[in-house]
């Protein structure tokens, strides 16, 4: 029999290492986490130690927990081994250990946190707590102290608050940076507004529309499929009065193509939708199949910052699966904490685009602006 220990960063990975040497019929003997690297024993790096058999052959090795002296082993009908191929063929099986694992993921990230914190420079520790006050994840937190103590760990000790927050900021800045999306392309025809219940897609649809007409010259049309609230397609049309813009209301994806063929002279098309539970998968696919991403269209998610990041987050895993282009988030003035911008940009690497802050029509909206939402964030530490 061939034993091999394994250290990887994920199970995939482990696994399409076992095969290559261990052949198809090889089994997973044990798993778990440990941790390897780091400096002065912090932030070292988390990997899983896996150990695999297979027999000389590549034959399955027949196992039970009962291991003999003679490290052989015997079968039993109730305990199937873990082998590639039934972990391979199984996908159920696969989201679960994946599951698993970033459950202990998680779990040892936050007894880590907690851990080293006594460690860190004092200046680093309270940033680390002002982040947290911003209801930053825990994991987002160690991520981003990471980083600073891997670019900068031989000046740390010796820095001073302002330069410490500076570190952060670039930091932060450069999560931004990276997955920055404009507003509303100048090429796209059609946008659909979706999200929940109440997080203001009307309210900054009216917004957008004013913004397009005076500044942008464009001609606007509205489609409104939000039939489900009374007074939904009255708020809608007192705008569409207001800005001198055509509205169309449909119920099916036919009445649909007919609005949007009424509405052929217009440069852009901004869709309303109603606010459902959209932690309810079905509640998104319902809605999605109403919505033609097939002409040159934006589907903008529309969250706001009032929201709990939970909630956030199974929210956007159900669009993930129906495609969103963009985030816009709102309700920035209801809010301190803005830490929910970075951990959904970092967990689902999607774009914020516009941000709002206030009921005020067509005042209260702009394309989220990196340095303002960093100053907000470590504007309110002080320089002793
Ligand atoms: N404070 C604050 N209130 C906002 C903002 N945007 C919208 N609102 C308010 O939020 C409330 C709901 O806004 P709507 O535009 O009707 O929200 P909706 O997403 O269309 O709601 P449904 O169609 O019912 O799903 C209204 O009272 C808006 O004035 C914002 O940026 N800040
Ligand atoms: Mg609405």
Redesign the pocket.
């Known amino acids: 029999m061939r034993v091999k220990r394994y250290v990887v960063e994920s199970m995939p990975s482990a696994l399409q290492k076992i095969k290559s040497d261990l052949g198809q019929n090889a089994v997973i003997l044990n798993t778990k986490e440990i941790k390897q690297g780091g400096f002065l024993g912090l932030f070292k790096q988390k990997r899983i130690e896996v150990i695999a058999a297979a027999d000389a052959d590549g034959n399955k090795k027949e196992f039970s927990h009962k291991q003999s002296s003679s490290d052989t082993f015997e079968s039993t009908s109730e305990q199937k081994p873990n082998t590639i191929s039934a972990i391979e063929s199984s996908s159920d099986s696969n989201a679960n250990v994946l599951e698993e694992v970033k459950k202990l993921k998680e779990f040892i990230l936050k007894f880590h946190t907690n851990e080293d914190n006594t460690k860190l420079p004092v200046h680093l520790k309270n940033l680390q707590l002002h982040l947290s006050d911003h209801d930053f994840e825990p994991q987002l937190i160690d991520k981003i102290m990471h980083h600073i103590i891997e670019q900068h760990h031989e000046q740390l000790g010796s820095l001073s608050v302002s330069e410490t927050n500076q570190m952060v900021r670039e930091q932060l800045l450069k999560m931004l940076s990276n997955h920055n999306a404009q507003g509303l392309s100048p090429k796209t025809r059609i946008a659909y ?1 979706v ?13 957008l529309a004013a913004d397009q007409v005076l500044k942008y010259n464009r001609k606007i049309g509205f489609i409104t499929s ?1 039939t ?2 009374i007074a ?1 397609i009255d ?1 809608l049309k007192t705008y569409a009065n207001i800005l001198d813009v055509p509205l169309h209301i449909v119920n099916s994806p036919k009445d649909f193509e007919v609005a949007v063929e009424k509405l052929k002279d217009v440069d852009l098309i901004l869709m ?5 539970n959209f932690r309810n998968e079905m509640n998104v696919s319902e809605l999605k199949s109403l919505l033609n991403t097939s002409e040159r269209s934006e589907t903008y998610l ?1 969250l ?1 910052l009032t929201t709990k990041y939970k909630d956030m987050k199974t929210i956007t895993n159900n669009f993930m699966k129906f495609g969103i282009d963009k985030i816009l988030f ?5 809010t301190e904490s803005l830490g929910n911008i970075f951990n959904l940009v970092d967990e689902f690497s999607l774009k914020p685009s516009y ?5 005020n ?1 067509p005042d ?2 702009s394309i989220l602006n990196d340095d303002e939402v960093t100053d907000r964030i470590l504007g309110g530490i002080s320089y002793e």
């Open positions: 507004f999200g929940p219940t109440g997080v203001g897609k009307t309210t900054t649809i009216a917004k939000d489900y609230r939904a708020q309303d939708t109603a606010g459902r529309v706001s709102t309700k920035m003035d209801e941000i709002t802050y206030g009921q029509v209260d909206v």
